[in-house]
């Protein structure tokens, strides 16, 4: 069994790491998210529609979390160099603009 302090592979990796990212996810990084996706469902643009969901607020597209994701792994665990073979995302809070919450902020643990 590997221990915690030992480091394992090419990327020097060691059970345990982590890493951290986290972004204030504002009105116009919706906005680019849905120039670039055509993603502009009325959750995420209309405060009158958004107000009457489950929400009350406008909510971020999923997506911008999951490209967060993408990030904390290209930039910082493993880092430059690392691409995703497959991944899974489960949101247990959704991000509510502007927002800081660290639950629309992914964190690989």
Known sequence: MTGAAERIGP????????ARRTKTVT???VELYAEITGDRNPLHFDPNFAGRTRFKRLVA????????????VAMDLPGAGT???SS???CMVA???????????????
């Open 11 to 18: 990327l020097g990796l060691s059970v345990g790491q982590r």
């Open 27 to 29: 009105a116009k990084d």
């Open 61 to 72: 597209q999923g997506g911008i979390a999951s490209g967060m994701l993408n990030a904390l």
């Open 83 to 85: 691409v995703f073979n």
């Open 88 to 90: 899974g995302m489960s």
């Open 95 to 109: 991000c509510c603009m502007p927002s800081k919450n660290p639950g629309c902020m992914p964190s690989l643990l």
